[in-house]
């Protein structure tokens, strides 16, 4: 099988395209720029454009059997007007490019994996929340629900569409956790705000292993969480990191001084939600990692 993945050379992506590879796919990333010459490896190449644009890109999705449509700028930054644009548009017009490539007449399946996030529910408190729940209506929650609804379109044309809703991806390579070590590792990490809110996670590998797993379960399809089945209050991810590290985890950031750094992204950081992987757990999915202590020493004493 050959697939196309846009945001490909991101944290997320390069895992992925290492999981597929080995897996004996074949596997295209969507650059919007090749700088220098790729390091040659078989099974993998290149192509260059930028996916929120219409362009010559376009052609080749017909050359593959799915595409993974990981691209979107990223939210964890503070939130202008200017970027909340940035967010939505990077993210609503890669997809309707894809979906506009993907031709009429299908004369093999065709499958569409298109990124979302567990922001699609908003917020909830304690409640848990699997595939089945509704959508909240914060910024983020209505950019998944627009994202979402723009990728099932491909249906009409016959594709088979999964919609992946990620939990936080924590890896050694990048992500969230690339922005909460130092902290840690200075001795001034801790819980944000009250440290109450729910914190839904996954590791990168268990991310890669639920793609392949989707990928040979054809008959799923629409969301998919993919998250850990046990999320974490943000109290006690500040303890784990803390336990594994050998730093103190007391620190807390307040709320109002992260609402004043990171102005509307503070309220998503400060709130969160309890996300559950209802239908990978129902299939069969086996996480390698879904207690957080363990995936923080994977991850952590690894790049120690």
């Known amino acids: ?13 390069r895992e992925l395209t290492t999981r597929l590879m080995k897996e004996g796919y074949e596997v295209t990333i969507l650059t919007r720029s090749i700088k220098s010459p790729q390091k040659q490896q078989s099974g993998l190449s290149y192509l260059e454009g930028d996916p929120t644009k219409k362009g010559p890109w376009q052609d ?5 059997d799915g595409v993974i449509n990981l691209a979107g700028a990223s939210i964890f930054s503070k939130w202008s007007e200017e ?14 490019n894809i979906i506009e490539a993907i031709p009429e007449s299908l004369e093999k399946k065709f499958h569409l994996f298109s990124a979302s996030a567990v922001g699609y529910y908003g917020f909830h408190g304690d409640e848990e929340l699997t595939e089945e729940s ?12 627009d994202w979402e609804e723009e990728a099932k ?35 001034i990490g801790g819980p944000i705000g009250g440290g109450r809110q729910w914190f839904s996670w ?7 292993e639920a793609f392949v797993f989707l990928l040979r379960h ?11 089945p046990n999320p974490v209050r943000n109290k006690d991810l500040a303890k784990a990191i803390g336990r594994v590290l050998n730093r103190p985890s007391f620190m807390p950031a307040p709320g109002f001084l992260v609402k004043l750094v990171l102005g509307e992204f503070g309220s998503v950081i400060l709130e969160g939600q309890r996300v ?21 020493q994977d991850i952590l004493i690894k790049k120690a």
């Open 1 to 13: 099988m050959k697939i196309l993945i846009t945001g490909g050379t991101g944290f997320v992506g």
């Open 60 to 64: 080749a999705v017909k050359d593959h």
């Open 83 to 96: 970027y909340k644009n940035a967010i939505r548009d990077s993210r609503i017009f890669t997809t309707r």
């Open 134 to 145: 509704s959508p909240g209506n914060d910024f983020l929650a209505r950019v998944a629900a």
């Open 153 to 187: 379109k491909a249906q009409k044309k016959g594709a088979r569409v999964v919609i992946t809703r990620f939990g936080i991806v924590l890896g050694d390579k990048g992500g969230a956790l690339s922005q909460m070590i130092p902290l840690f590792k200075k001795f």
């Open 202 to 208: 996954v590791h990168i590998k268990d991310l890669a």
């Open 218 to 228: 054809e008959d799923i399809t629409g969301p998919v969480n993919v998250c850990s």
């Open 276 to 296: 559950i992987p209802k239908r990978l757990l129902e299939r069969g999915f086996v996480f390698q990692y879904p207690d957080i202590h363990l995936a923080l």
